[in-house]
């Protein structure tokens, strides 16, 4: 097989007119782009959906080789959204409904072959209502464009067309590789052989069948000495199948291979035969301002994040097939994904299901192959029960794929269950409530019981929002978790959502923006982020829930501040001086592997040491003191009383309190605290927080990645900024504008000129063609400048 990539230098227009299919006319009113292509770069927030759906041209002139004539010509589309037609030369070729499955066409008799041909795309992004989701409302974007990968397959016309591999029995000794494989044609006398490669490409065992005389042939091989795909282990074996005949090598494909059996039981979810509490969040895979046209190594980073920072075990491909770099990070490092068909609530008409059967078929075409995937989503998320529609939906899934389950996300009790797996939406929580439904109370099935979103539109929090409210998201992010925990019945939660998304104006904050992950559009965390990376022990958390500021709370009163950490304990100090170890409360969350830290003194023994009061006269001096926190000057009875008390023994005036309050408490003209938080692990001091006011500020800029290195497309990398005090705390309120310049083979994707959302911002740079040193400064008037050099890579052409 010949592969001819043609991701770069696209002709186009944000319109169209069939005189742009004359490959002879050309206006100089054509942009070159390259794909991933967004058809409009979106603000931030405060637009209009509207202004990304229209009707668009794309043109590449493409020399097909002479001596690929008489092969098998395939054009093959990841993703354009979300109708387009193909047009070679002037003749329409072949069309594709649905911005999110793949698209193939061949073209072997529309090309001529030793010359430039003209390869046209009339892309249509407005939401047609044929085609799911569209329809009714959604709340995400579908954004429009090219924004997929494009390439050109040469192969002979007898040729592998597909290859599904199973893995059956893979705790028995010896493994079982069944292997079903698809030919364009039947191929009599012709053989193919299967060679199963390690991660490091060595021969594990080699086998060769006969193609026999259907174009479908099964196969099952037995192996041993086979690794399992484990989620901190995954290993993966690459299956090379040849086409041969007399020898000779006709065509050869290749298929990923991951040992494994995913089962889902009324008791819980199940890898190799070990039951795992599943753990993971909803994704969308969009971007601010390029929206879904992202390449591989952005796809891949934010599968890093769920996995390495994030530390869950599991996402939701929400709420449609996403793309394969990010499927192919997550079999690579071992995080489990449920993906789902497109759709949002609404069910069309006969046409529009006919389509979502399609979309059925091409997804799980697409993706059967990847170890990580143990859930295919088969029903619209959130719509109503439709039985013979989901009876097909499900039938086409199983037909498809005998060896994964289904599921079909609802957000209603009693629901007829058509899939394997109820799979529900549970927004109970309210912050005083229960964390979670009974299963009991949501389905009469005693099938598997799996919470597919949680949280989310009922508490939305934006990283600048009060530090209360941001407390408040995280707690119940946690609640959830450990009500999850705690049952036997239920599989695993995914939180909605891992970051916040551009939406249409029937929902989110007014701005386009639903505010409901657990970060910002850019990745940055909000609170709630710790929730879930203080549940993994590869590196140590220790994020406290306030600044310690007491400005920042309803009458001054800091109340609780909630740590949540990995450590055993947490140590705090004031001014140097040992104030209490804090342990984890076990108490509220009893079955989180690491529960959060309250800390709810800031005085200690500091009473006893420095103003003679001693024993349990500390301790009510030290209440009275926290309550005149609280309630100001209308201190509780009691209270009242207990400090006239203390006030007579101790022979205290009014402004002997004052000075107490203002020493121990507010700190009011008082110096400047020092509030050190030292987190231990197996007695060790691993991770150390201090919280004081503003000396300095300075300005962190952090890139994902020095290199960047351009082969199929053009490739991109992050830059994170952030707003620091002098101990590296973020400023939860800066909002400094930075002016952006850049020089060698780097662009920045978006505007040149941005402010700090909550102290913090990110932006994606992407390469421009040729190898070199990229330059990027940022200049602010607070922070001054900062520079970064990056090396960019251009791979030749193979």
Known sequence: MQKINLNYHWQYKRDFNEKYLDKAYNDGGFQLVDIPHANLLLDYNNFDEKEYQFVSCYRKAVEVPGQVSGKSLILKFEGISSYAQLYINGRFVSEHSGGYTPFE?????????????????????????????????????????????VWLEARDKKHIRDIFVKTPEVLSAAKTLD???????????????????????????????????????????????ILLWELENPVLYTLEVLLKEGGEVVDSSLAKVGFRHAEFKADGFYLNGKKIKLVGLNRHQSYPYAGYAMPESAQKKDADLLKFE????????????????????????????????????????????????????????????????????????????CNEFYMNTN????????????????????SLLLEDVYTYNDFLHNGSNAALELPSRVTKSNAPYLVTEHNGHMFPTKRFDNEARRLEHALRHMRVLDAMLGSDRISGAIGWCMFDYNTHKDFGSGDRICYHGVSDMFRIPKLAWAVYSSQQDRTPVLELSSSMDIGEHSGGNMGTVYAFTNCDCIKLYKDNEFIKTFYPDRRQFPNLKHPPVKIDDFIGDLLAKYENIPGKDSLRMKNVLQAASKYGMNLPLGSKLAMARLMLKYKLSMDDGIRLFGTYVSNWGGKRINFRFEGYKDGKLV?????????????????????????????????????LDQNGNLLNYASDAVN?????????????????????????????GRS??????????????????FEVIKKKPD
Not at 688 to 713: G, I
Not at 749 to 757: C, E, F, H, R, V
Request: aromatic letters at 8%; charged letters at 30%; hydrophobic letters at 40%.
């Open 740 to 768: 952006i310049k850049t020089e060698g083979p780097v662009e920045v994707i978006g505007p040149k000129t941005i402010a700090l959302i909550g102290g913090a911002r990110a932006l994606w740079i992407r390469t421009m």
């Open 687 to 723: 991770k150390s927080v201090v919280k004081s006011t503003l000396e300095s500020a300075r300005l962190e800029v952090l890139p994902d990645t020095f290199v960047l290195k351009e082969a199929d497309t053009y490739d991109a990398a992050r830059i994170v900024l952030k707003a």
């Open 179 to 225: 292997i079903d494989i698809e030919l364009s044609q039947p191929c009599r006398g012709m053989t193919l052989e299967l060679r199963l490669l390690d991660h490091k490409s060595r021969l594990v065992s080699k086998f060769i069948h006969a193609a026999g005389d259907s174009a479908k042939t099964c196969i099952r091989h037995r192996l041993s000495d």
């Open 105 to 149: 066409t061949d073209i072997s008799d529309k090309v001529v072959f030793g010359q430039e041909n003209l390869f046209a795309v009339v892309c249509d992004s407005t939401e047609r209502e044929e085609i799911p989701p569209f329809g009714k409302v959604m709340d995400y974007l579908a954004y429009g464009g090219i924004y997929r990968e």
């Open 395 to 414: 039938r086409i899934a199983h037909e498809l794929d005998n060896t994964r389950q289904t599921g079909g996300v609802r957000n209603f009790k009693d």
């Open 310 to 385: 994030l530390g869950v075990n599991m996402v939701r491909t929400s709420h449609y097939p996403q793309s394969r770099h990010f499927l192919d990070r997550c079999d690579e490092i071992g995080l489990l994904v449920f993906e789902e068909i497109p759709g949002w609530q609404h069910i069309g008409n006969e046409k529009w299901k006919e389509l979502s059967y399609g979309n059925v078929r091409s997804m799980i075409l697409r993706d059967r192959n990847h170890p990580s995937i143990v859930l295919w989503g088969v029903r619209i998320n959130e719509s109503a029960d």
């Open 772 to 789: 070199g040193k990229g330059v990027v400064r940022f200049i602010s008037e607070k922070f001054g400048t900062h520079e970064l050099v």
